[in-house]
């Protein structure tokens, strides 16, 4: 059976440095990290925690997938 992927949004806190991951469908999942390789594997463990600690069946694996957000700014040159 084919499972639909959890929604992990990932966005950039510039002040503190960190990506800062949460989720709808992952009740408690608040967590960060400086760098977004980094971030993904500890999701990689988290999630399966926390759906477990939530009573939440899963089958063994379970997909998330990440929608990550950082804003920048651009400046042409000269100015």
Request: aromatic fraction near 8%.
């Amino acid at each position: 059976m084919i499972q639909k992927p959890l929604f992990v949004r990932a966005e950039w806190d510039e002040d503190a440095r960190v990506w800062i991951a949460t989720s709808d469908d992952v009740p408690g999942l608040a967590t960060e990290e400086e760098n977004l390789e980094r971030l993904i594997e500890k999701l990689k463990t988290m999630i399966p925690e926390l759906l477990d600690a939530n009573g939440i069946d899963r089958e063994y694996e379970v997909p998330f997938e990440i929608l990550s957000r950082r804003f920048e700014t651009a400046q042409f040159a000269g100015l």
